[in-house]
């Protein structure tokens, strides 16, 4: 009697294990993306699922930069800068993500803005003595960035503890980076991680979220 009852309770907590599982439902996720503040940015991911299709979600992703003394990762030194950007992907998982983790792939893309003020030598004219000569002054001046990306990714969202997840992708990306009169940009364009980037590029991150699931 001792062991059935031993038995019993074994297989009880199985099939409750189990029953949890299949209620873990991932329906609304926000989550952060920790390593933009590698480049003074904040971003927040909210996904969502399409038409209660477990497989397929919608990504949004709105971005902030702010840097009030120019020091980032960038190869350029500049005096502060400010960026808005939003990011739009679809995600689609091999199978429904139901269980402990699942396995997907992303594509999409975006549009960032930045404004960069940094010091620049400035020509300008004088006069002396009836003759006009042209000197150099510094100013600080300010640079605008208009910039697309695409984005396509693979990645694994694992449940740790119920509610929170965790997100690893990897892919790759493409940036075109254009001035204020919608020039391709070249000054800010040494790097990865420069603001006016034009090119192809890794995208990798780890992303920690909160499932709203009802």
Do not use: C
């Amino acid at each position: 009697m001792k062991y059935t009852l031993l038995l019993i309770a074994f297989l009880s907590s199985i099939l409750v294990s189990a029953q949890e599982e299949l209620d873990f439902k991932r329906e609304k996720i926000l989550s952060i993306v920790p390593q933009y503040v590698f480049q003074n940015g904040f971003r927040i991911d909210y996904e969502f699922t399409l038409k209660n299709n477990w497989k397929s979600w919608l990504q949004l992703s709105p971005e902030l930069f702010i840097n009030t003394d120019g020091n980032d990762i960038s190869s350029y030194n500049y005096n502060s800068m400010t960026g808005v950007g939003l990011e739009v992907h679809h995600k689609y998982f091999m199978k429904e993500p139901n269980e402990r983790s699942g396995f997907y792939f992303a594509y999409g893309g975006g549009f960032q803005s930045f404004g960069i003020k940094k010091d620049q030598n400035i020509d300008y004219t004088y006069s002396e003595d009836g003759a006009e000569y042209i000197s150099y002054r510094q100013e600080e001046v300010k640079t605008a960035i208009n910039r697309v990306l695409f984005n396509f990714m693979v990645g694994k969202q694992v449940v740790r503890y119920k509610p929170f997840i965790v997100d690893y992708y990897l892919g790759i990306g493409f940036r075109y980076s254009m001035d204020k009169n919608w020039e391709l940009m070249e000054t800010f364009n040494q790097t990865w991680f420069d603001y006016g980037y034009s090119g192809s590029l890794l995208v990798a991150g780890v992303k920690f979220g909160f499932n709203f699931a009802k």
